[in-house]
């Protein structure tokens, strides 16, 4: 099988999708724009574009036309070859859903609500999210966490009032610790006097906040990550796929506990177990049986540790599973367009 990758722009994904593609005897190229001349020299079994991975409307919006007009007069009507096409975090409606029913053969999302929102999408589909980096060579806190201090961090993505969805927390009772927010995301906004001068505005309005404490250097993360049992807080929190990646990285490298919702466990579902090494919020935080159990998780857990060379392997096989689903797609896609196109020969013979 012989795969051509497109993606306009920088994507670190694509060279990652091509090599482990490569360890299932698949062939790849990637490229960050196609032509024509391209598809008549090589015989590609499927074209596989992949979104943008930055938020930049112009490239998105070229994209469109570059697919609008290359895949359908020349892929479609003379080519016939499968396309797909990888999305990361676009939102989409059934509009949108519509348009690219005539362009793809098949979608992927990179959770589950990405995917219900393709529900008028005709063609095959799967969760695909962003595979993190695993380097297994790395010898990164190769041992099982001994902190019995458990410590947890917010992650800030926009501004301090992201904070409020947490406001019905009772934090006091949750983490019996110490409570860290993690600002370093404004750092592209604003300096760091900037943001503490908006951390004192903001706490003197939200008191309940007070108590936390505010870093926005990643050595005081590294630093955390080093001597704390770390619980990362990040259910019902609107991240980017390379901001979630970031964080499974941070969980394989030092076993800092992630708090996911059901929404952000879809994207490597077997691999994430509630309680056995990661919490999964099913229903809100506001509701006090909810805070109760991330209580007993956080301050009493009995999560069983492990070192990162045994968390790495085993997420290595989620990606594994992905990758043969993908395999599978694939193949699915291909004879479905290579059986299509037999049928309109025929008819053109009669």
């Known amino acids: 099988m012989k795969v051509l990758i497109v993606s306009p722009g920088s994507n670190p994904q694509t060279d990652k999708i091509a090599a482990e593609l490569a360890k299932n005897s698949i062939q790849s190229e990637v490229v960050d724009q196609l032509h024509p001349l391209r598809i ?12 943008p991975q930055s938020h930049n409307s112009n490239k998105l919006q070229s994209l469109l036309q570059q697919f609008s007009q290359t895949i359908q007069s020349f892929f479609i009507h003379v080519a016939g070859l499968p396309t797909l096409m990888t999305f990361y975090d676009r939102p989409f409606d059934d509009k949108i859903t519509t348009h690219f029913s005539d362009q793809f053969t098949a979608l992927t999302a990179s959770h589950i609500d990405q995917l219900k929102s393709l529900r008028t999408f005709q063609g095959e589909k799967m969760i695909l999210p962003s595979l993190p980096n695993i380097n297994q060579d790395s010898k990164t806190a190769d041992s099982p966490m001994s902190a019995e201090q ?4 917010i992650p800030i993505q926009d501004s301090f009032a992201d904070l409020l969805k947490y406001s019905k927390i009772n934090f006091k009772n949750v983490c019996h610790h110490e409570i860290y927010v993690d600002a370093r995301q404004l750092k592209s906004k604003m300096n760091n006097s900037q943001i503490r001068k908006t951390w004192q505005k ?9 108590s ?7 050595d005081v993360f590294c630093d955390l990550e080093l001597t704390s049992n770390l619980f990362i807080l990040i259910a019902n929190n609107d ?6 990646t970031l964080w499974i990285e941070s969980y394989l490298n030092f ?11 879809t994207g490597f579902s077997k691999f994430w177990k509630h309680k056995k090494n990661c919490f999964i919020v099913s229903d809100s935080l506001s509701k006090a049986n909810t805070q109760s159990e991330l209580s007993e998780f956080i301050n009493h857990s009995q999560i069983k540790q492990s070192t990162s060379t045994e968390r790495k392997s085993l997420f290595s096989q989620s990606i594994d599973s992905k990758i043969n689903e993908l395999t599978r797609l694939y193949t699915k896609v291909i004879q ?15």
Request: glycine share 0%.
């Open 40 to 51: 008549i020299l090589n015989r590609y079994d499927l074209v596989h574009f992949f979104e």
């Open 150 to 153: 458990p410590t947890l961090i």
């Open 202 to 210: 903001f706490i003197k309005s939200q008191s309940e906040f007070a």
């Open 212 to 218: 936390f404490i505010l870093f926005t250097s990643d």
């Open 239 to 244: 991240l980017s796929q390379t901001q979630m």
């Open 255 to 265: 076993n800092s506990t992630l708090i996911l919702d059901e929404n952000q466990a």
């Open 336 to 350: 479905q367009k290579t059986s299509l196109n037999h049928r309109s020969s025929a008819k053109m013979e009669v």
